[in-house]
């Protein structure tokens, strides 16, 4: 039997392959039609074709889809991303069987922003530093009411660069608008600016910036968009903040920067390879102050999460509906 169309009224078979990437604190409603549901904290590559036999519908945010597991899923209509990166999904492989493939948007334009600057603070204010001063007993021993193990600056007055102005790029810009800071948005690499300075070159960013900022997709283009030669280009020693894709930096390089004194800091809430093996090179300076590594938790506060998760079963009902929303890839 073919599988059900949108807007039929034959049962739906919808799997979850990692329900586990939701908190528990947080209920992800089910569907507003007839479905049979069924859920997996965790899936592994090989598990996949398995567990999505006979379904119509699948929500994945980290589990991959390749060409050899979505040509082995003849049932399969619509692919749910719990998550707006959808790079995990090969989507030549949907187009050519007509599956749609949906994301969530605009979910995370608080809480991002909101990390991103809790990394910029705690860096330009050495709070890392200065909390293991006072556990290390400085404060103790010196002889007046305050020390100054660690450097501080002020954010007003200095330049952030904003490397993508979707809407998280836009809102961080805002926030620093609002901190009194010199904003700029940067080009895309070898693009050059626009005539009416609303948006700089990428190497004018990186003379220029005191923060840079990354917001921006991983994709063949934007993969190591900062090397060693970029790092070279920093003439301002800025702090480097990544809450965007691991990938974005080279990290190796990134490591040598910090250790040579090309940085001032580094903030990063994403890496390559998630979570890091012991032998990443995030790994062998975490115990620097000027080095802050979040384990990719900058979108999920509790309200971005509630909201994800709504957009979600709301993309869903919608291709029932016979209007599928936020679809990519065609």
Known sequence: MPPPAPGSDLMRRIVFLDRATIPDSVQLRR??????????????????????????????????????????LPD?????????????IDLDATNTRRITVCNVRDYATTTVPEHTFSLILALRRSLMGYRRSVADGAWQKADQFCF?????????????????AGSIGRAVMRLGAAFGMRVIRVGRKGQGGTADGD??????????????????????????????????????????????????????ALVDALQTGRISGAGFDVASAEPPAPDHPFMAILERPDFILTPHVAWASHEAISALAEQVIGNIEAFVAGAPRNVVGR
Request: hydrophobic share 45%; charged share 25%; net charge negative.
């Open 199 to 252: 948006c700089v070159p990428f190497e004018v960013a990186l003379a220029e910036a005191d923060i840079i900022s990354l917001h921006c997709p991983l994709t063949s283009s934007t993969r190591n968009m900062i090397g060693a030669p970029e790092f070279s280009q920093m003439k301002r020693r800025p702090i480097l903040i990544n809450t965007a894709r691991g990938g974005l930096v080279d990290e190796a």
């Open 76 to 88: 399969l209509r619509l692919i749910a991303v719990a998550a707006t990166g959808f790079d995990r």
């Open 31 to 72: 569907p507003a039609f007839e479905h049979e549901w069924r859920e997996y904290d965790r899936t592994r590559p090989e598990d996949v074709v398995a567990r999505l036999k006979g379904a119509d519908m699948a929500i994945v945010n980290k589990v991959p889809l390749t060409s050899p597991m979505i040509e082995a």
């Open 148 to 164: 100054f193990d660690h450097p501080i600056h002020d954010l007003a007055g200095a330049t952030l660069a904003v490397f993508g």
